[in-house]
């Protein structure tokens, strides 16, 4: 029987692969962390050692209070300086008290100083520099967020991550950026637990607006969870962690590159629940959208593993679908 299972197993793939292939970008269409419209002519005069573009792109989110763009963006600028620095450093030469320059340089510090075996003491370093970059733009939330990524790294007790929560929120209280700071801090791997995690996370989606990223809160809990240590969280919890994110995914159409990383967050949780049907689905949400997040948790190469895996769900799909359905028809299904 077993065997006869494998057979009937290989046949499916056989049949039906090919065909779930398609409204998938092909491999070499899918890109990483690419940006969207208005960061891309940022990006590119960086390149040429301009920064006018990426400062008045960033003076805008301020300016809008876009404040979920604006952490995007200055996580962005701030990886293309760490390995392009002429143009950012000529930014800081001309313009020293910028709120937006001194908000990626405070974001560059605190990259490079995760990236050192001896973080905790270069996070220390950088302090001042998150505290320039909130006195910079006092009403703005993503400074707030480097301080909670801050007070994690430099093992920061509860009381100061507490304060500088209600700061955060104080600023912007549906900022997801600050949220998922604060998720990181409260999850096992760090200084809380699962089911201090996950209640955190499931408050903050409940009292979400419509559309917000924070409904993907407890899938980040969830992924938390699915890659560190400590006790287990009930399967019902980690599905409905999924459902609510599939819900917000839903709401965006295929290939917005806003939600990208919430899809990509998405798939890997889906991945590992097994629900392989729910993550092709996502799949072809994201199109040719990958971030390096999450799939940098697990693999040096994030494009090479979102890509594998990608084909892998594919597989799985296919293996699940009976034989005599028509080859169209398992397209269309998924």
């Known amino acids: 029987m077993a065997l006869l299972r494998a057979l009937i197993g290989t046949a499916r793939m056989l049949k039906h692969t090919k065909h779930l292939a398609v409204g998938l970008p092909a491999d070499d269409q899918v890109l990483l962390d690419a940006p969207d419209e208005r960061l891309a002519p940022a990006l590119v005069a960086a390149g040429r050692d301009e920064y006018g573009p990426a400062a008045a792109l960033l003076a805008a989110t301020r300016e809008e209070a876009a404040w979920e763009n604006r952490d995007l963006y200055t996580r962005r600028l701030a990886a293309f300086a760490r390995n392009r620095p002429d143009w950012f450093e000529h930014w800081l030469a001309d313009r020293p008290y910028d709120p937006d320059a001194l908000l990626v340089k405070a974001e560059?510090?605190?990259?490079?100083?995760?990236?050192?075996?001896?973080?905790?003491?270069?996070l220390r370093e950088a302090a001042p520099l998150i505290?320039?970059?909130?006195?910079?733009?006092?009403?703005?939330?993503?400074?707030?967020?480097?301080a909670l990524d801050h007070a994690r790294g430099t093992h920061a007790s509860r009381a100061v991550f507490d304060a500088l929560w209600q700061q955060a929120i104080d600023r912007a209280s549906h900022h997801y950026g600050c949220h998922t700071s604060?998720?990181?801090?409260?999850s096992a791997a760090w200084y809380g637990s699962h089911r201090e995690c996950f209640d955190f996370a499931e408050q903050a989606a409940e009292g979400a607006l419509p559309g917000s990223l924070?409904?993907?809160l407890p899938a980040r809990a969830a992924l938390a969870y699915l890659t560190g240590?400590?006790?287990?969280v009930p399967r019902e919890r980690l599905d409905a962690a999924a459902d609510r994110a599939i819900a917000l995914s839903a709401g965006y159409e295929p290939g917005d590159p806003y939600p990208a990383e919430v899809r990509n967050l998405l798939t890997y949780?889906?991945?590992?629940?097994?629900?392989?049907?729910?993550?092709?689905?996502q799949l072809h949400l994201i199109g040719p959208y990958a971030t390096s997040f999450p799939w940098d948790r697990v693999s040096d190469d994030p494009l090479g593993q979102f890509l594998e895996l990608r084909d892998g769900v594919r597989l799985e799909v296919a293996a699940a679908t009976p034989l005599r359905t028509p080859a169209k028809q398992a397209a269309r299904g998924h």
């Open 131 to 146: 505290s320039a970059a909130a006195d910079g733009h006092p009403r703005d939330p993503v400074p707030w967020r480097l």
């Open 108 to 122: 560059l510090a605190l990259g490079r100083a995760w990236e050192s075996p001896a973080y905790a003491e270069l």
């Open 269 to 281: 949780v889906l991945i590992r629940l097994e629900r392989w049907q729910d993550a092709l689905d």
């Open 214 to 216: 924070i409904h993907a």
């Open 229 to 232: 240590p400590g006790s287990a």
């Open 182 to 186: 604060a998720v990181q801090y409260l």
